[in-house]
């Protein structure tokens, strides 16, 4: 354990405090991106457009969110999470709000493209937050609680889009109105709580890894961190890995309620399967995140490795399964769902891991930019293979093949 959490309960309790306030807003910050996959049959009734288009909607958004990834993460290394998040949060309310008015598909598209920058200033910036909060002993269990923030906003906004499309009957306009609502709630607390880094509360900065050169990079600029983190090459093999994982997890995501629920949700069996898949994806984050510290002794890649081929064997199990299988949808789903996403907690400990804590934030940017542009492509090939095959379960095959490239990739990959 770093020397700096021995030194007093006050800083310890200060750590939490950091943490649980990035988590309860983050938890709230998927009402306002996943909703998308809960309104793609309405969308698609009412503009006439096919599965395709509607994926290219969802390729917008991700694209966007990657761009602005991008250049929020480095941002977040000058200017921090406390406004930056706020800010993101806010600005996604409304686009989900003017997506919810939109008239034509074309209105979908543009105002959904540009929620995706807004989301964006959301996880960049609470990465650095945690990185500037907790060391590399623990790293792995802290980024495994923020991921697991994130999870659970998962199973929010499929459990809200349920009772709004079921239980309440109403149309695809109020996914995007009604949970955002708690986006709000959670950037208010969240900036009446955090303070960016340790000094602000009066406390020491923690010390860098010994195995990162921080000498020089308290001086870098702008540009000279991009630089840094683009020629560090176990980085950049670990953001391919990150890119077809979160192809995986968003082909998940966005096209099993369709799959599973087609139209009609309120056949509770197919509803609590696909329910099962963030669950599953929640409770792995912290899983992983232990066992990266642990087990592995803070190696990332390790782990890594055997859940995403596990991962691939699991969904391939479910494209052969039948859909009306509804125990075995459930557990294999919701596995699915814990194995996928559960390295989420030992991707981002790589970026203070492997370039240090003063240029986590920028790395985390650019681990994301890889992870959404690869999840943005893979958006409208699904939607190409469903329309084309007229297998709606093609998702699994395509998501079970990129989850064995993940694994392969980041066995090269060493701090």
């Known amino acids: 354990m770093d020397k700096l959490h021995t030194q007093g309960l006050d800083f310890r309790k200060a750590q939490w405090q950091m943490l649980f306030a990035v988590m309860f807003c983050y938890l709230f910050f998927y009402t ?34 990657g761009i602005g990834q991008f250049i929020n993460g480095n941002l977040a290394d000058k200017f921090g999470a406390r406004r930056m998040m706020v800010l993101g949060g806010v600005l996604s309310f409304v686009m989900n709000w003017a997506t919810s008015l939109a008239t034509s598909y074309i209105m979908v598209l543009i105002f959904w493209t540009l929620n ?5 200033l959301g996880w960049a910036p609470g990465s650095k937050l945690v990185a500037n909060w907790w060391g590399g002993s623990e790293r792995g269990k802290a980024f495994g609680f923020y991921v697991f ?14 009772v709004m499309l079921d239980v309440y009957d109403l149309d695809w306009r109020w996914i995007f109105r009604i949970p955002v609502l708690l986006l709000l709630l959670g950037c208010t607390v969240f900036y009446l709580v955090v303070r960016d880094k340790p000094q602000d509360r009066g406390f020491p900065p923690l010390p860098e890894d010994n ?26 093999l670990a953001c391919l890995s990150i890119g077809f994982q979160n192809m995986a997890r968003y082909g998940l995501l966005v096209w099993v309620p369709l799959y599973y629920l087609g139209t009609k949700i309120n056949q509770s069996s197919n509803v609590w399967i696909a329910l099962a898949l963030p669950i599953g994806m929640a409770l792995g984050t912290i899983f992983f ?3 990266s510290d642990r087990f592995f002794k803070s190696n990332r890649s390790k ?9 691939g064997l699991t969904v391939l199990l479910v494209y052969v399964i039948p859909k009306d299988n509804v125990m075995g949808g459930l557990i294999l789903m919701f596995f699915a769902g814990f194995l996928v996403y559960g390295p989420q907690s030992c991707y981002w400990p790589l970026s203070p891991d492997l370039l240090g804590i003063k ?6 940017g650019v681990m994301n930019t890889f992870a959404y542009a690869f999840a943005g492509a893979g958006e409208p090939f699904i939607g190409y293979m469903a329309d084309t095959t007229g297998q709606e379960n093609i998702v699994f095959m395509v998501t ?14 060493r701090r």
């Open 211 to 236: 195995s990162v050169d921080s000498n020089k990079s308290k001086e870098e600029g702008f540009f000279q961190r991009y630089i840094k983190v683009l020629r560090n090459k176990k980085f950049i």
């Open 116 to 120: 995706g920058f807004c989301q964006s």
């Open 359 to 364: 240029r986590s934030g920028t790395g985390v």
């Open 400 to 413: 079970a093949i990129v989850c064995f490239l993940s694994a392969t990739i980041i066995l090269f990959v």
């Open 32 to 65: 306002g991106r996943q909703n998308f996959g809960w309104a793609i049959m309405g969308i698609s009734e009412e503009f006439n457009v096919t599965k395709q288009d509607i994926g290219w909607a969802g390729a917008g958004m991700l694209w966007a969110y």
């Open 289 to 291: 995140g232990q066992l």
């Open 149 to 162: 923030a994130a999870g659970c906003s998962s199973i929010l906004i499929y459990l809200l889009s349920i």
């Open 303 to 311: 782990p890594i490795a055997i859940s995403m081929a596990l991962a």
